[in-house]
């Protein structure tokens, strides 16, 4: 379920629900009270989890240097951080997303020893939005 809190005859925001679990394609529907469903245009929806936020990590501290972690099928883990700690790996079932920064002179660092993406996404910006530093 969306709840609109804008929307126009070319952009909506709106707020959903928290996620309940873990789910590897979920779906949105998009229905505007008096005007019917949204058309997406094939754009799609992802619930993510921000690095920065203490419930990705279980309600624990984030990792820290020699951590190994993983995400899991049905997680999309969204580095929202400047810089990582130095992990010994990183396994990606799930998907690992860099957002892209207007700011070309941004600096983000990822530390790991060894990434594999098993199944999953590794996703550095796009190629409408290409990540930059």
Sequence with gaps: MCTVEEAT???FKCR???RPGL????????RIAGMGRVATQGLSFRYVNYW???????GDFPPV?????SIPKG???LVDIDSTPILSAVVVEGALIFPS????????TFDAHYVMVRGGIF????EQFPYTS
Excluded at 65 to 69: N, P, Q, R, S, Y
Excluded at 123 to 126: A, L, Q, S
């Design 52 to 58: 920065s936020e203490p419930k990705t990590w279980g």
């Design 9 to 11: 005859s070319t952009y």
């Design 65 to 69: 240097d020699g951590d190994l972690i």
């Design 75 to 77: 997680l999309n883990l």
């Design 16 to 18: 959903t629900s928290p």
């Design 23 to 30: 789910f590897p394609n979920p779906s949105l529907e998009i």
């Design 123 to 126: 996703e550095v910006g796009t």
């Design 101 to 108: 920064n207007p700011n070309p002179n941004h600096v983000r």
